[in-house]
């Protein structure tokens, strides 16, 4: 469904390529975890998928295939038809993805008011009904709030029915849970498990938390320094990494064991 | 939330209370403000002549009022010429980068050295000196790029922010962005620089009249006035004092209000 065939971008004045040459394709329906520490490439990869690549300022070949459609290289017309209404975006922190001055509501519409021609009325329909598909409570009430009025976890869910609703093909989601703590990270991860067994979407997961990851992705790939380094079933890669790389990754999680052991 | 902002609220007040001072002088004065022996020559302040006369006897207060409101229309038109232009500018070349805005911030640059007076005298020399709408013309363009600098700033430090990209991402377009999105989000920035351009536009205006290439008799403005009343500084002190105290008033009050606007701004963020 989605296929990224070497792709290379290199921003100026750094030595090395942010991303050095990544193929990576996801099938629909499938959730792929993308793990990698901070630089490794991961976000800029997502990036590049989603349109929002300084284009301008920076170097870049290969190709992004969605569905067969060129994205890459797509001028701004075509890549605005697309984002929104078959790519959503999730940010890391949601307080900062919406816009303080506007309501929720509108902001969850905001796709439909730039894709569709769908009365008021009916936006505003298919906005509390996607709001309350992710599990906000009082829907109709949040839809007149604004961010500052809700909590992290709120927020989140109502950037992803912002996300989600158009009913995109694909769901980038860049650390959408590393800004929240850890119950309301479980209740998220929990949501958008559902909403891919529920509507079928593919998802491209961002993450540096390899934990997360296992829950949730079928198949991982890891990235380091602009590299694919390993790429699997996410069960695979977890009990028996090949990269040496990997192996660090998966023993920096913490686990009770190592905490008794060591200090 | 509802903390108190006693410079907002000072600076509402006075503003108001002067505005409708102004507007009042429009329509009526208490006396004709270029009616000549409406009173005694240099008479000082007393309960028929507020501010007291001039040396043909013409009611000082009456033409501080008229003086004043010909002062705040020309600020206010500047600001407008100013602020629009200099929002726009600022706003495209702050959310695109590129060369132009490269080129379009050191001519900004190169504009800024200048003291704003002296470049809006060499402007009004090249129009005509002396008509109203030429100094609305010198001023507005002279305010142009201090307005585009702010501007700018502002957009191009929204410009990266994430939900600026989340809207972009939902393939909003453009002008949109720029409208609903970004343009709400810099007025913490944008209404105390209007404060001051008032502000910065009224002190201009009377240095231009003063200086005797501004309005010109029998307009009054209160940089005319001034300079007329520099001349019987001694015969008639009132009338300095009189025209002065406006023209700090105005000042001083919009100042208040950008004041409380940057507080207010800071106290809800």
Known sequence: MLEIRDLHVKFPGRDREAVAGVSLSIRAGEILGLVGESGSGKTVTAMSVAGLLPRKQCDYSGEILLDGKELLHADR?????????????????????????????????????????????????????????????????????????????????????AAVIAKPKLLLLDEPTTALDVTIQAQILELLKRLNRESGVSMLFISHDLNVVRKLCGRVAVMQRGLLVEEGEAQEVFHHPHHPYTRRLIAAIPTRKRKEGGA | ??????????????????????????????????????????????????????????????????????????????????????????????????????????????????????????????????????????????????????????????RDVNYIKSARLMGASNPRILAIHMLPNTAPVLLPALTIGFNNAVLAEASMSFLGIGVTPPDASLGYMLSEAQGMLFAAPWYAAGTGLVIVLMVFSVGLLGEGLRRQDKGVL
């Not at chain 1, 949040?142 to 992290?152: D, I, T, W």
């Open chain 2, 1 to 158: 939330m509802k903390r108190r902002n006693g410079f907002l609220t000072a600076g509402l007040v006075l503003t108001c209370a002067l505005a409708a001072l102004i507007l009042l002088g429009f329509f009526w004065t208490p006396y004709d403000p270029n009616a000549m022996a409406a009173g005694p020559k240099f008479g000082g302040p007393s309960p028929a002549h507020w501010m007291g006369t001039d040396n043909f006897g013409r009611d000082i207060f009456s033409r501080v009022l008229k003086g004043a409101g010909a002062t705040a229309s020309i600020a206010l038109a500047t600001l407008a010429i100013g602020a629009v232009c200099g929002c726009l500018a600022g706003a495209l070349t702050g959310c695109f980068g590129g060369p132009v805005d490269e080129l379009l911030m050191r001519l900004n640059d190169a504009l800024t050295a200048f003291p704003n007076i002296l470049l809006a005298l060499v402007v009004i020399s090249l129009l005509e000196p002396g008509k109203k709408i030429n100094v609305i013309l010198a001023l507005g363009l002279v305010f142009i790029p201090s307005f585009a600098r702010v501007t700018r700033t502002a957009f191009a430090s929204l």
């Open chain 1, 77 to 161: 017309a075509e890549l605005r038809n697309i984002q929104g209404r078959e790519i959503g975006v999730v940010f890391q922190e949601p307080q900062s993805a919406l816009d303080p001055l506007m309501k929720i509501g509108p902001q969850v519409e905001e796709v439909l008011r730039v894709h569709t021609s769908l009365s008021r009325e009916e936006r505003r329909r298919q906005a509390v009904e996607a709001m309350a598909a992710v599990e906000l409570p009082e829907a109709e009430a949040v839809y007149e709030k604004y961010p500052h009025q809700l909590s992290g976890g709120m927020l989140q869910r109502a950037m992803i029915a």
